[in-house]
């Protein structure tokens, strides 16, 4: 750094010349001397602070200044938290004329005296002079150094400046004086001396600003003069003015001017001249500056860069001398503007000054009145942009000279883009200014818009202001046009033209309801309280509402509109959005004409309801139009519609019944109640899910409407005292109400629907009608015939009592007035009032208001609204209040109608439906109706997917993945309720609800279904119709928490249920899942069981009888030995005192005590019940039941002994009933102890009962033995008739009982020899006895058959074959009634729905077939058929369980077969006509009929059937048309190929009309079933009926050979092969294998070829792919092929191959004369074999019949192979090897015989080919003796013709 020579440094005491000349002018003071050194004083007290710590120095400083005033002695603001300074603004490139004037004349130079001291000992002489207190030289020591500066601007010495910096840094007060400031300042002006081209380094000015800055920081007055440098700046060169490094302190400066900027981002300073970063004029360095110094300007500029909290250092500065800043600035400001120079040549700077100094409103209004012009000009389009920036976000004091600011800034008229833009950025800011500039800026727009000089920006200005101020500019617009709308003129047509082109023009974007509030807002002007005309102010406002309405249909309004109406849903929001704007302001217009309408004027009635309806968009169509025919014709209609179809608001409605209720608004009440029913009922008709239009929250709007209702009596008429007039409704008000408030209940379920439920029971009746579509008087959910008499009686009571009440009314009325007396004649009130007692029984509604409720139930589905309200659940209260018996068809009407919305029904509404239809089902039979309509099809098939829609929505409640507790509880509860009711039928209902909604949901599983639950697998195969109890139950997601409930129903409908197979499932059930963790739960279940087991004995002797025994019995029993084992073992641990039961119930209980020591208390019932299972036998392979036998009788051990609870005494365990049970029971151990101390009464009495097995009955007699040895007398006296039990005894001999003898002896002794005694001793036997006798003997009448019987022996008996005649018939009646009985209690049983049954049906059944099968069976058919009032009760009864019982496919068709074999005999002509053989008949043609139902494989069945015993055609056509049917209905086919290949074989056999229709039907349907059945493809079935043709055709040899095949198929032959060509046009490419066959397939055993085997070969030839032929060709000639083929057919198509016309195509048709054979067909040697052994086998098949024939075949087929080899000599040579090696193999044999006629053919054909003759020709014996070829020649002459040499013989 090159420092200055000590020479140069003056003294401070010299006076250093002015280094310019000082510009005239006066001098301006700024404060006395003396104050400025009391500051300098203040300020050299001062300890310098660390430059790091700059806010500590401020705050010294500012304790320090803060005494005496000065210029910098002020007290100090403390500061802001500052922000990093913004970038620097640019300086403008070119020099204006104005800049060369001295600017200002008050500013002079410093009156200070420089004292010039060197740079380097600066810092010294300022300390020096401090310490001295010598205020005076510092102050001349820093003058000097600024005259130093000023002399040296363009290369200032550097440590001069960086000495002053630092100076600046520790003590800023030293440049608070008026000198130094001064000096200063001087810095800051231009220096006219220094002439250069650029503007001269800014070093020195930006050090100047520091200083200055640094000095009066902390101060809040700052001098006048640093503004008139800065205006001196500003309009001259803009050195600091621009200079980012001085933005603080000029900042600072503009505080003066309260000037709002723009912020940076706005300012459009594109083409500033300085960079932000460059200190030097221009963009290259000062070519005076050393690299050296421009690195030191930069560490310059790294010092002076301004601190963070340079934010915090702006403050106003100048509020003391605003007034005169202000004066100075707009002097400077209107001297530049009004000189006379050219408007196009001002500076840009000025334009940035006045940007600056916009803060003062009269520089807006000078700068608004240029700006368009300023704007326009392309020097200063981007100043003047900043400047009109300015004035716009300056304009925020609202006067009336910011009025006229913006009224000329609204005039700017501007073309370009770029500056319309910038426009509308501007508008904003202006906006943002001051809040009224909103409502004035539109305002003036709109006025401008209706002005003769209209701004053609209006629009874009308009829109502009509606995007800022959404809210609050639709409201300043409407005031304009409601300004607009009060003055003389009628501006309603230019109001509305102007609203549509604003609308237009801003896109629609605006707020359409804030602006209709707008127009309604009442004004308080004074204008508007002297309005002249205002009715037509309202009236014209009311029709503006009306258009902003239609405007707001926007075209995604209409687009929407019109795809809503077409039923498409596009675009919806966009829809509703626009509805509910409507729906708003039609509130607030209502609210309008309520509220402000009357405080403005009185309107005539008729304008007030015409304004009304107007705005309601209930007016007639013109008056929306009538003023401009907007909207257009073509639109009018559809935005009319669009605007009325919209929701109505719940205010809005409430408004317009308080209107009617006023008397002070010309609305009557009537008018009122229609126009909210109309509103009402249009605003219900646009319902939809996603819009509310109707909705309503106060429950007061019931009690308005039923208010317009009200009768009021004249006023002035005086009714006698203490008279109470009744309370009054004007009846067709009345009965308009009660619909309008059905409609707002049904949109409003929870709150007036609710509250309408509850206390309004005549709108209850309305809701509950239209859930139930029912309109009846009572309703139909009035079950109780009781309850609906009730109420027709009482609504004649009130009538009644009402008609009253209204003449005497009338005649109070009369009396005051015209004096009448009224009679029900002369009544006018009678006919229009009706009582009003809303609350009181529901009245019988008028004819016509029902029919209204069901138009609008239709129309609005409110029935539907309310059934799918679930708080509150109106459905489910009504179906809780119906019987379950009660048939409730609206609800099938309201599922069917949910349009797949089953999840707002409740459960038990889905869960009755449920059952409702499968009772529907069962009732309508499973015939289908022949002429049932297309519609009815139509209709089952949509109520069946209905039925499947649901299923599936239940089956989701109870297994889906939302399934819950709550949901499986209500659907489970609801049918197992109904499992213990006390009819059938609903039992049965519900058990199929139940299976339906469990079973599908089981086989969806498919895991579970593959592996069924272990504990139940047995007993599910055995109970197959209960799998959803005992298997799909169990599986349910949630079973645990409906365990419990589920155990208690079946355990009380075991009870109730009368269906054997049916308690079966429900025992074995809760055998494996009632629940019995509580021992109350334990003890319920086995008393309930018990219950069943003592006291429903005709259910057990059922379910456990010897002659229906089965495997499910066996499983019932196993369950119920379960339950009981489980339940003692439970008891018997339970301690001795533990109470069990309680008291109450303790009647019953007996105290049970084992010799082993262990304890029970139970019920008497559950001991015997135990006893009882027990006497039924072990089932197979359980433990349980020796478990239970060992407990109660142990071996060689006593019996338990019990006593009674409640007396304990000894209670009898085994009372007499029960041990004839035990002894009736095939279980020693409970036969012998129930012998045991047995009196001899009860011996007698069980000796005599039935039913005793052989062995106890054996026993028992042993017993008798000794009781004669031990107590004769006793005995004796017991016995009352001994001739019957001496009878008896030998009864139970013959039986094979043993014992007794003794006994027997003791009868017979005493017993005379005549009978007759026997007969009057049983006369005199005791009463008891002989009313047991009788008993006996009359179950005895009727016998009843077991499975024992010999039911083949028993149909003998009834039917001999060679019948006696001393035979009685009345010997057969008891038999055949016997078996009729039999067989009717079975199907009973089966009616009843237990499909287990004993079988006796099907034994029969099986018994008669086995009859007919046997050589006798003619002679037993005969039988029946004479004896036919037997055999026709007994058919008639098998026919009846086939019917019963479809799903026995074995029965159905063992019974056809025994139908068909026995009508074969009746048939004959020599049998007479009988009615067997009708009904046998009749029987056959209804089984074939109906037997389409069930399935397709079962007509196939029959068919078969009735094709294999040759059955009338009737029969045959009538089961092949059934076929058809179910084929064509949809039913599967799910057939083996076999059984149909074989019915088509007999349907082709009997030429059955029908076969085509069949085939047509069957190929349509079998596209499902091939997958499973190949064999089932169409083609394949085809096949295979001509192959069989094929097959079987030689075995019919009896008929002529040439009609072989005709016999068999008949015409069918070309039906087949029409439908082969059809299916297959390539014939072979379907089913290769068959096709194979069917084409080239041989039978040696010369059977003839199939007539339609030609044409197929044809077929193939012509129509098949080159592909195809080619896999032919060679399969054919494969070597190596399994199958061998017909030679004859394969070589035809090898010929036909050649000769395919397709080879042909487009060859000359002239044979040229020396054309040269073209070979096609080119094979290769293996291949040319081949081809020789067809022809060969097809040789030897003609040389059995003659050798010449043989030999011209071979001839024929020459050619063909020659044309094959193409003449090939190695091909031909392999060929005549392979010949000449068969001719070796074969010998003389017919094969060796035809080797060698095909080579010497071959031979005679090429002689040039075969060069020598081959070897075996030579050496045989010749050609042909005898031979018959046309070339006949030995091998000798044909050597002697060829010039051969002769070879010996030998050789």
Same mark, same amino acid.
């Given at each position: 750094?090159?420092?200055?020579?000590?020479?140069?440094?003056?003294?401070?005491?010299?006076?250093?010349?002015?280094?310019?000349?000082?510009?005239?002018?006066?001098?301006?003071?700024?404060?006395?001397?003396?104050?400025?050194?009391?500051?300098?004083?203040?300020?050299?007290?001062?300890?310098?602070?660390?430059?790091?710590?700059?806010?500590?120095?401020?705050?010294?400083?500012?304790? $320090?200044?803060?005494?005496?005033?000065?210029?910098?002695?002020?007290?100090?603001?403390?500061?802001?938290?500052?922000?990093?300074?913004?970038?620097?603004?640019?300086?403008?490139?070119?020099?204006?004329?104005?800049?060369?004037?001295?600017?200002?004349?008050?500013?002079?130079?410093?009156?200070?005296?420089?004292?010039?001291?060197?740079?380097?000992?600066?810092?010294?002489?300022?300390?020096? $002079?401090?310490?001295?207190?010598?205020?005076?030289?510092?102050?001349?020591?820093?003058?000097?150094?600024?005259?130093?500066?000023?002399?040296?601007?363009?290369?200032?010495?550097?440590?001069?400046?960086?000495?002053?910096?630092?100076?600046?840094?520790?003590?800023?007060?030293?440049?608070?004086?008026?000198?130094?400031?001064?000096?200063?300042?001087?810095?800051?002006?231009?220096?006219?001396?220094?002439?250069?081209?650029?503007?001269?380094?800014?070093?020195?000015?930006?050090?100047?600003?520091?200083?200055?800055?640094?000095?009066?920081?902390?101060?809040?007055?700052?001098?006048?003069?640093?503004?008139?440098?800065?205006?001196?700046?500003?309009?001259?060169?803009?050195?600091?003015?621009?200079?980012?490094?001085?933005?603080?302190?000029?900042?600072?400066?503009?505080?003066?001017?309260?000037?709002?900027?723009?912020?940076?981002?706005?300012?459009?300073?594109?083409?500033?001249?300085?960079?932000?970063?460059?200190?030097?004029?221009?963009?290259?360095?000062?070519?005076?500056?050393?690299?050296?110094?421009?690195?030191?300007?930069?560490?310059?500029?790294?010092?002076?860069?301004?601190?963070?909290?340079?934010?915090?250092?702006?403050?106003?500065?100048?509020?003391?001398?605003?007034?005169?800043?202000?004066?100075?600035?707009?002097?400077?400001?209107?001297?530049?503007?009004?000189?006379?120079?050219?408007?196009?040549?001002?500076?840009?700077?000025?334009?940035?000054?006045?940007?600056?100094?916009?803060?003062?409103?009269?520089?807006?209004?000078?700068?608004?009145?240029?700006?368009?012009?300023?704007?326009?000009?392309?020097?200063?389009?981007?100043?003047?942009?900043?400047?009109?920036?300015?004035?716009?976000?300056?304009?925020?004091?609202?006067?009336?000279?910011?009025?006229?600011?913006?009224?000329?800034?609204?005039?700017?008229?501007?073309?370009?883009?770029?500056?319309?833009?910038?426009?509308?950025?501007?508008?904003?800011? %202006?906006?943002?200014?001051?809040?009224?500039?909103?409502?004035?800026?539109?305002?003036?727009?709109?006025?401008?818009?209706?002005?003769?000089?209209?701004?053609?920006?209006?629009?874009?200005?308009?829109?502009?202001?509606?995007?800022?101020?959404?809210?609050?500019?639709?409201?300043?617009?409407?005031?304009?046009?409601?300004?607009?709308?009060?003055?003389?003129?009628?501006?309603?047509?230019?109001?509305? /033209?102007?609203?549509?082109?604003?609308?237009? !023009?801003?896109?629609?974007?605006?707020?359409?309801?804030?602006?209709?509030?707008?127009?309604?807002?009442?004004?308080?002007?004074?204008?508007?309280?002297?309005?002249?005309?205002?009715? =037509?102010?309202?009236?014209?406002?009311?029709?503006?509402?009306?258009?902003?309405?239609?405007?707001?249909?926007?075209?995604?309004?209409?687009?929407?509109?019109?795809?809503?109406?077409?039923?498409?849903?596009?675009?919806?929001?966009?829809?509703?959005?626009?509805?509910?704007?409507? /729906?708003?302001?039609?509130?607030?217009?209502?609210?309008?004409?309520?509220?402000?309408?009357?405080?403005?004027?009185?309107?005539?009635?008729?304008?007030?309801?015409?304004?009304?309806?107007?705005?309601?968009?209930?007016?007639?169509?013109?008056?929306?139009?009538?003023?401009?025919?907007?909207?257009?014709?073509?639109?009018?209609?559809?935005?009319?519609?669009?605007?009325?179809?919209?929701?109505?608001?719940?205010?809005?409605?409430?408004?317009?019944?308080?209107?009617?209720?006023?008397?002070?608004?010309?609305?009557g009440p009537a008018d009122a109640m229609e126009l909210a029913d109309h509103l009402v009922k249009r605003a219900a008709a646009v319902q939809a899910d996603d819009v509310e239009v109707l909705r309503v929250e106060r429950i007061q709007l019931i009690d308005a409407v039923l208010n317009l209702c009200t009768y009021h009596h004249p006023e002035n008429i005086q009714l006698p005292p203490g008279y109470q007039p009744p309370n009054l409704a004007i009846s067709t008000l009345y009965w308009k109400a009660w619909p309008l408030l059905l409609v707002v209940a049904a949109f409003n379920p929870e709150n007036i629907g609710l509250a309408a439920w509850e206390e309004?029971?005549?709108?209850?009746?309305?809701?509950?009608?239209?859930?139930?579509?029912?309109?009846?008087?009572?309703?139909?959910?009035?079950?109780?015939?009781?309850?609906?008499?009730?109420?027709?009686?009482?609504?004649?009571?009130?009538?009644?009592?009402?008609?009253?009440?209204?003449l005497a009314f009338e005649g109070h009325l009369a009396a005051a007035s015209t004096k009448q007396t009224i009679t029900e004649s002369s009544s006018l009130l009678l006919s229009q009032l009706t009582s009003l007692d809303p609350q009181g029984p529901p009245r019988r509604p008028p004819p016509h208001v029902l029919e209204q409720v069901k138009s609008l139930n239709q129309s609005l589905r409110l029935g539907h609204l309310l059934c799918r309200s679930r708080h509150p659940d109106f459905l489910l209260n009504i179906i809780q209040r119906q019987a379950s018996s009660q048939s409730m068809p609206w609800l099938a009407d309201l599922v069917q109608s949910s349009?797949?919305?089953?999840?707002?029904?409740?459960? !038990?509404?889905?869960?009755?439906?449920?059952?409702?239809?499968?009772?529907?089902?069962?009732?309508?039979?499973?015939?289908?109706?022949?002429?049932?309509?297309?519609?009815?099809?139509?209709?089952?098939?949509?109520?069946?997917?209905?039925?499947?829609?649901?299923?599936?929505?239940?089956?989701?409640?109870?297994?889906?993945?939302?399934?819950?507790?709550?949901?499986?509880?209500?659907?489970?509860?609801?049918?197992?309720?109904?499992?213990?009711?006390?009819?059938?039928?609903? =039992?049965?209902?519900?058990?199929?609800?139940l299976s339906l909604v469990l079973s599908e949901g089981g086989l969806r599983d498919g895991e579970e279904k593959d592996h069924p639950m272990e504990e139940d697998s047995g007993d599910s195969e055995l109970l197959q119709g209960y799998q959803w109890l005992l298997r799909d139950l169990p599986r349910l997601p949630l079973f645990d928490s409906v365990r419990a409930t589920t155990a208690l129903a079946l355990q009380q409908a075991i009870h109730m249920e009368t269906d054997p197979q049916t308690i079966s499932a429900y025992l074995v059930y809760l055998s494996q899942h009632a629940p019995v963790e509580e021992q109350g739960q334990h003890n319920d279940l086995?008393?309930?069981?018990?219950?069943?087991?003592?006291?429903?004995?005709?259910?057990?002797?059922?379910?456990?009888?010897?002659?229906?025994?089965?495997?499910?019995?066996?499983?019932?029993?196993?369950?119920?030995?379960?339950?009981?084992?489980?339940?003692?073992?439970?008891?018997?641990?339970?301690?001795?005192?533990?109470?069990?039961?309680?008291?109450?119930?303790?009647?019953?209980?007996?105290?049970?005590?084992?010799?082993?020591?262990?304890?029970?208390?139970?019920?008497?019932?559950?001991?015997?019940?135990?006893?009882? %299972?027990?006497?039924?036998?072990?089932?197979?392979?359980?433990?349980?039941?020796?478990?239970?036998?060992?407990?109660?009788?142990?071996?060689?051990?006593?019996?338990?002994?019990?006593?009674?609870?409640?007396?304990?005494?000894?209670?009898?365990?085994?009372?007499?009933?029960?041990?004839?049970?035990?002894?009736?029971?095939?279980?020693?151990?409970?036969?012998?102890?129930?012998?045991?101390?047995?009196?001899?009464?009860?011996?007698?009495?069980?000796? +005599?009962?039935?039913?005793?097995?052989?062995?106890?009955?054996?026993?028992?007699?042993?017993?008798?033995?000794?009781?004669?040895?031990?107590?004769?007398?006793?005995?004796?006296?017991?016995?009352?008739?001994?001739?019957?039990?001496?009878?008896?005894?030998?009864?139970?001999?013959?039986?094979?009982?043993?014992?007794?003898?003794?006994?027997?002896?003791?009868?017979?002794?005493?017993?005379?020899?005549?009978?007759?005694?026997?007969?009057?001793?049983?006369?005199?036997?005791?009463?008891?006895?002989?009313?047991?006798?009788?008993?006996?003997?009359?179950?005895?009448?009727?016998?009843?058959?077991?499975?024992?019987?010999?039911?083949?022996?028993?149909? %003998?008996?009834?039917?001999?074959?060679?019948?006696?005649?001393?035979?009685?018939?009345?010997?057969?009646?008891?038999?055949?009634?016997?078996?009729?009985?039999?067989?009717?209690?079975?199907?009973?049983?089966?009616?009843?729905?237990?499909?287990?049954?004993?079988?006796?049906?099907?034994?029969?059944?099986?018994? #008669?077939?086995?009859?007919?099968?046997?050589?006798?069976?003619?002679?037993?058919?005969?039988?029946?058929?004479?004896?036919?009032?037997?055999?026709?009760?007994?058919?008639?009864?098998?026919?009846?369980?086939?019917?019963?019982?479809?799903?026995?496919?074995?029965?159905?068709?063992?019974?056809?077969?025994?139908?068909?074999?026995?009508? !074969?005999?009746?048939?004959?002509?020599?049998?007479?006509?009988?009615?067997?053989?009708?009904?046998?008949?009749?029987?056959?043609?209804?089984?074939?009929?109906?037997?389409?139902?069930?399935?397709?494989?079962?007509?196939?069945?029959?068919?078969?059937?009735?094709?294999?015993?040759?059955?009338?055609?009737?029969?045959?056509?009538?089961? #092949?048309?059934?076929?058809?049917?179910?084929?064509?209905?949809?039913?599967?086919?799910?057939?083996?190929?076999?059984?149909?290949?074989?019915?088509?074989?007999?349907?082709?056999?009997?030429?059955?009309?029908?076969?085509?229709?069949?085939?047509?039907?069957?190929?349509?349907?079998?596209?499902?079933?091939?997958?499973?059945?190949?064999?089932?493809?169409?083609?394949?079935?085809?096949?295979?009926?001509?192959?069989?043709?094929?097959?079987?055709?030689?075995?019919?040899?009896?008929?002529?050979?040439?009609?072989?095949?005709?016999?068999?198929?008949?015409?069918?032959?070309?039906?087949?092969?029409?439908?082969?060509?059809?299916?297959?046009?390539?014939?072979?490419?379907?089913?290769?294998?068959?096709?194979?066959?069917?084409?080239?397939?041989?039978?040696?055993?010369?059977?003839? #070829?199939?007539?339609?085997?030609?044409?197929?070969?044809?077929?193939?030839?012509?129509?098949?792919?080159?592909?195809?032929?080619?896999?032919?060709?060679? *399969?054919?000639?494969?070597?190596?092929?399994?199958?061998?083929?017909?030679?004859?057919?394969?070589?035809?198509?090898?010929? $036909?191959?050649?000769?395919?016309?397709?080879?042909?195509?487009?060859?000359?048709?002239?044979?040229?004369?020396?054309?040269?054979?073209?070979? #096609?067909?080119?094979?290769?040697?293996?291949?040319?074999?081949?081809?020789?052994?067809?022809?060969?086998?097809?040789?030897?098949?003609?040389?059995?019949?003659?050798?010449?024939?043989?030999?011209?075949?071979?001839?024929?087929?020459?050619?063909? *192979?020659?044309?094959?080899?193409?003449?090939?000599?190695?091909?031909?040579?392999?060929?005549?090897?392979? %010949?000449?090696?068969?001719?070796?193999?074969?010998?003389?044999?017919?094969?060796?015989?035809?080797? +060698?006629?095909?080579?010497?053919?071959?031979?005679?054909?090429?002689?040039?080919?075969?060069?020598?003759?081959?070897?075996?020709?030579?050496?045989?014996?010749?050609?042909?003796?005898?031979?018959?070829?046309?070339?006949?020649?030995?091998?000798?002459?044909?050597?002697?013709?060829?010039?051969?040499?002769?070879?010996?013989?030998?050789?």
């Amino acid at each position: 750094m090159n420092r200055p020579k000590a020479a140069a440094v003056r003294r401070p005491g010299a006076v250093p010349k002015p280094s310019a000349h000082p510009p005239p002018g006066d001098f301006i003071a700024l404060g006395s001397k003396g104050q400025g050194g009391e500051g300098k004083a203040a300020g050299s007290l001062l300890k310098p602070a660390p430059a790091g710590l700059p806010s500590e120095r401020k705050r010294d400083a500012a304790a $320090a200044l803060a005494g005496p005033p000065g210029l910098g002695g002020l007290a100090k603001r403390p500061k802001l938290a500052s922000t990093p300074p913004l970038s620097a603004l640019g300086r403008l490139a070119e020099a204006a004329v104005a800049e060369k004037r001295a600017i200002s004349p008050s500013i002079k130079e410093p009156s200070v005296i420089p004292i010039e001291v060197g740079p380097t000992v600066l810092l010294e002489e300022i300390e020096a $002079a401090e310490a001295e207190g010598n205020d005076d030289r510092i102050e001349g020591v820093l003058c000097g150094a600024v005259k130093q500066l000023k002399m040296n601007r363009a290369k200032p010495d550097t440590t001069l400046y960086l000495s002053l910096m630092y100076l600046a840094k520790i003590k800023p007060n030293i440049f608070a004086t008026e000198g130094v400031i001064e000096a200063l300042c001087s810095l800051l002006r231009r220096d006219a001396s220094i002439n250069f081209k650029a503007k001269g380094n800014s070093l020195v000015s930006v050090l100047a600003c520091n200083l200055l800055m640094a000095a009066y920081e902390e101060d809040e007055n700052w001098p006048e003069i640093f503004v008139k440098v800065y205006i001196e700046d500003s309009l001259g060169e803009r050195i600091w003015v621009d200079s980012p490094h001085c933005k603080t302190f000029v900042d600072n400066i503009q505080t003066a001017f309260n000037t709002k900027m723009p912020p940076k981002s706005m300012l459009l300073h594109g083409e500033v001249g300085r960079s932000s970063g460059d200190l030097s004029a221009g963009s290259s360095p000062h070519p005076s500056m050393t690299e050296e110094e421009d690195s030191q300007s930069e560490l310059l500029i790294a010092e002076e860069k301004m601190s963070p909290e340079q934010e915090g250092q702006l403050m106003p500065r100048y509020d003391d001398l605003a007034e005169s800043v202000e004066e100075y600035v707009l002097d400077m400001l209107r001297d530049q503007l009004n000189r006379r120079q050219p408007m196009d040549n001002v500076s840009r700077n000025l334009l940035r000054l006045l940007t600056a100094t916009c803060g003062y409103k009269e520089v807006r209004q000078m700068a608004v009145q240029r700006l368009e012009m300023w704007l326009q000009n392309p020097k200063l389009t981007k100043p003047a942009q900043d400047l009109l920036m300015s004035v716009c976000m300056n304009c925020n004091t609202h006067s009336s000279e910011d009025m006229e600011v913006i009224s000329n800034l609204i005039k700017i008229r501007l073309k370009p883009k770029v500056l319309l833009n910038h426009y509308m950025l501007c508008v904003r800011e %202006l906006l943002n200014a001051h809040r009224d500039n909103l409502g004035t800026t539109i305002k003036f727009v709109i006025f401008n818009e209706l002005s003769n000089a209209r701004n053609p920006n209006n629009m874009q200005i308009l829109y502009t202001v509606l995007q800022h101020s959404s809210e609050q500019a639709p409201k300043y617009l409407a005031m304009v046009f409601q300004d607009l709308l009060t003055t003389k003129d009628d501006y309603l047509r230019a109001s509305r /033209a102007l609203l549509r082109e604003i609308i237009k !023009q801003t896109k629609h974007e605006i707020n359409f309801q804030a602006f209709c509030l707008g127009l309604m807002q009442e004004r308080k002007e004074a204008q508007y309280a002297e309005m002249e005309f205002k009715e =037509r102010f309202v009236i014209h406002i009311t029709d503006l509402l009306a258009v902003s309405m239609m405007l707001g249909i926007t075209a995604q309004v209409k687009e929407a509109g019109i795809a809503w109406d077409k039923g498409e849903k596009k675009n919806l929001e966009v829809l509703r959005s626009f509805q509910n704007q409507i /729906a708003a302001i039609q509130r607030d217009a209502v609210w309008w004409l309520h509220t402000v309408v009357p405080s403005i004027s009185k309107l005539a009635p008729k304008d007030y309801v015409h304004c009304l309806h107007k705005v309601l968009f209930t007016e007639q169509p013109e008056t929306y139009y009538k003023w401009d025919n907007w909207p257009p014709e073509s639109d009018r209609n559809f935005f009319l519609r669009l605007c009325s179809e919209v929701p109505i608001l719940e205010d809005t409605l409430m408004r317009i019944l308080v209107i009617g209720l006023s008397r002070d608004l010309p609305l009557g009440p009537a008018d009122a109640m229609e126009l909210a029913d109309h509103l009402v009922k249009r605003a219900a008709a646009v319902q939809a899910d996603d819009v509310e239009v109707l909705r309503v929250e106060r429950i007061q709007l019931i009690d308005a409407v039923l208010n317009l209702c009200t009768y009021h009596h004249p006023e002035n008429i005086q009714l006698p005292p203490g008279y109470q007039p009744p309370n009054l409704a004007i009846s067709t008000l009345y009965w308009k109400a009660w619909p309008l408030l059905l409609v707002v209940a049904a949109f409003n379920p929870e709150n007036i629907g609710l509250a309408a439920w509850e206390e309004y029971p005549s709108l209850k009746m309305l809701m509950e009608m239209v859930m139930t579509n029912n309109y009846s008087y009572p309703q139909c959910t009035l079950t109780d015939e009781e309850t609906r008499t009730e109420m027709i009686n009482r609504e004649l009571q009130i009538s009644q009592r009402e008609k009253q009440e209204i003449l005497a009314f009338e005649g109070h009325l009369a009396a005051a007035s015209t004096k009448q007396t009224i009679t029900e004649s002369s009544s006018l009130l009678l006919s229009q009032l009706t009582s009003l007692d809303p609350q009181g029984p529901p009245r019988r509604p008028p004819p016509h208001v029902l029919e209204q409720v069901k138009s609008l139930n239709q129309s609005l589905r409110l029935g539907h609204l309310l059934c799918r309200s679930r708080h509150p659940d109106f459905l489910l209260n009504i179906i809780q209040r119906q019987a379950s018996s009660q048939s409730m068809p609206w609800l099938a009407d309201l599922v069917q109608s949910s349009e797949g919305s089953l999840d707002v029904l409740p459960v !038990q509404c889905l869960c009755e439906f449920l059952l409702h239809d499968a009772a529907d089902e069962s009732t309508s039979g499973e015939e289908e109706e022949e002429g049932e309509s297309k519609e009815q099809r139509a209709k089952k098939r949509q109520r069946q997917q209905k039925q499947r829609q649901l299923l599936g929505r239940l089956q989701d409640l109870l297994l889906g993945p939302k399934a819950d507790e709550q949901t499986t509880c209500e659907v489970l509860d609801y049918f197992l309720r109904r499992l213990s009711s006390s009819q059938v039928a609903s =039992r049965v209902l519900a058990m199929k609800g139940l299976s339906l909604v469990l079973s599908e949901g089981g086989l969806r599983d498919g895991e579970e279904k593959d592996h069924p639950m272990e504990e139940d697998s047995g007993d599910s195969e055995l109970l197959q119709g209960y799998q959803w109890l005992l298997r799909d139950l169990p599986r349910l997601p949630l079973f645990d928490s409906v365990r419990a409930t589920t155990a208690l129903a079946l355990q009380q409908a075991i009870h109730m249920e009368t269906d054997p197979q049916t308690i079966s499932a429900y025992l074995v059930y809760l055998s494996q899942h009632a629940p019995v963790e509580e021992q109350g739960q334990h003890n319920d279940l086995a008393l309930d069981v018990a219950r069943l087991i003592v006291e429903r004995s005709t259910i057990m002797s059922h379910l456990f009888s010897k002659l229906s025994y089965c495997a499910e019995s066996d499983a019932v029993l196993v369950a119920l030995l379960s339950i009981f084992s489980r339940y003692i073992k439970r008891m018997r641990q339970s301690k001795e005192g533990e109470e069990v039961y309680s008291w109450s119930e303790s009647q019953d209980q007996v105290f049970l005590r084992w010799t082993s020591g262990e304890t029970a208390t139970m019920h008497i019932l559950v001991v015997h019940a135990m006893v009882i %299972l027990l006497t039924l036998g072990p089932p197979q392979g359980d433990g349980d039941f020796y478990t239970l036998l060992d407990i109660w009788f142990p071996e060689k051990k006593p019996l338990p002994t019990a006593f009674l609870v409640d007396t304990s005494e000894e209670a009898l365990l085994l009372p007499d009933w029960l041990k004839l049970r035990m002894i009736r029971s095939e279980v020693p151990r409970l036969v012998d102890a129930a012998l045991q101390d047995l009196e001899p009464q009860q011996l007698l009495l069980f000796v +005599q009962s039935f039913g005793i097995p052989v062995s106890s009955m054996s026993k028992l007699l042993q017993y008798l033995d000794q009781a004669v040895s031990h107590d004769p007398q006793t005995l004796e006296q017991n016995i009352m008739d001994k001739n019957y039990m001496a009878h008896l005894v030998e009864v139970q001999h013959e039986r094979g009982a043993t014992g007794g003898q003794t006994f027997h002896s003791l009868l017979t002794a005493s017993l005379p020899a005549r009978r007759d005694s026997a007969e009057t001793a049983r006369s005199k036997s005791s009463p008891e006895n002989n009313q047991g006798q009788s008993r006996i003997r009359t179950l005895s009448q009727v016998r009843v058959l077991g499975p024992e019987d010999d039911l083949a022996g028993i149909f %003998l008996q009834l039917f001999p074959l060679n019948p006696d005649p001393r035979w009685q018939n009345s010997n057969l009646r008891p038999l055949a009634l016997a078996l009729q009985q039999a067989l009717g209690q079975e199907l009973a049983r089966i009616r009843q729905g237990n499909t287990q049954v004993t079988g006796i049906t099907a034994r029969l059944l099986q018994a #008669v077939a086995a009859l007919i099968n046997s050589p006798h069976s003619g002679a037993l058919v005969m039988a029946m058929h004479r004896n036919h009032f037997i055999s026709c009760p007994l058919m008639r009864q098998l026919y009846q369980y086939q019917r019963c019982m479809p799903q026995d496919t074995a029965f159905s068709s063992l019974f056809f077969k025994v139908l068909m074999q026995m009508l !074969q005999w009746l048939e004959n002509p020599a049998v007479e006509d009988g009615p067997l053989r009708a009904q046998l008949k009749a029987f056959a043609v209804q089984y074939s009929s109906r037997h389409r139902i069930s399935d397709v494989r079962g007509g196939f069945l029959h068919l078969t059937e009735a094709l294999t015993f040759r059955r009338d055609p009737d029969l045959i056509s009538s089961t #092949v048309r059934a076929i058809i049917a179910t084929l064509k209905s949809g039913e599967k086919c799910n057939v083996e190929p076999e059984l149909i290949s074989k019915a088509l074989q007999g349907l082709i056999e009997t030429h059955s009309p029908y076969l085509e229709e069949l085939l047509t039907v069957l190929f349509s349907a079998t596209v499902e079933t091939t997958a499973r059945f190949p064999a089932m493809k169409p083609i394949a079935v085809v096949s295979s009926l001509l192959l069989q043709d094929k097959e079987e055709t030689p075995v019919k040899k009896e008929l002529d050979s040439c009609s072989t095949e005709a016999a068999w198929l008949g015409p069918s032959s070309g039906l087949l092969n029409d439908w082969l060509e059809m299916l297959d046009p390539e014939v072979i490419s379907s089913c290769p294998d068959l096709q194979q066959k069917l084409l080239f397939s041989w039978n040696k055993a010369g059977s003839q #070829v199939p007539s339609f085997r030609p044409y197929l070969l044809a077929l193939l030839t012509h129509q098949s792919s080159w592909t195809t032929l080619h896999q032919c060709i060679r *399969l054919l000639l494969c070597r190596n092929r399994e199958q061998r083929f017909d030679p004859t057919a394969s070589l035809d198509f090898l010929w $036909a191959c050649i000769h395919i016309p397709r080879i042909w195509q487009g060859r000359d048709q002239r044979t040229p004369q020396k054309r040269r054979e073209e070979f #096609v067909l080119h094979l290769k040697a293996s291949e040319l074999i081949s081809m020789v052994e067809l022809i060969l086998a097809e040789a030897e098949t003609r040389y059995q019949n003659t050798e010449e024939a043989s030999c011209t075949l071979i001839q024929s087929r020459l050619p063909l *192979l020659l044309s094959c080899s193409h003449g090939d000599l190695e091909s031909i040579k392999k060929v005549t090897e392979y %010949l000449t090696s068969c001719i070796q193999q074969w010998g003389s044999s017919s094969v060796g015989k035809c080797c +060698q006629d095909l080579l010497l053919q071959m031979y005679l054909q090429l002689p040039e080919q075969l060069v020598s003759m081959p070897e075996v020709l030579l050496s045989s014996e010749g050609a042909r003796d005898s031979s018959t070829c046309k070339t006949p020649v030995t091998p000798s002459r044909l050597k002697a013709a060829c010039g051969m040499p002769t070879w010996p013989a030998g050789s």
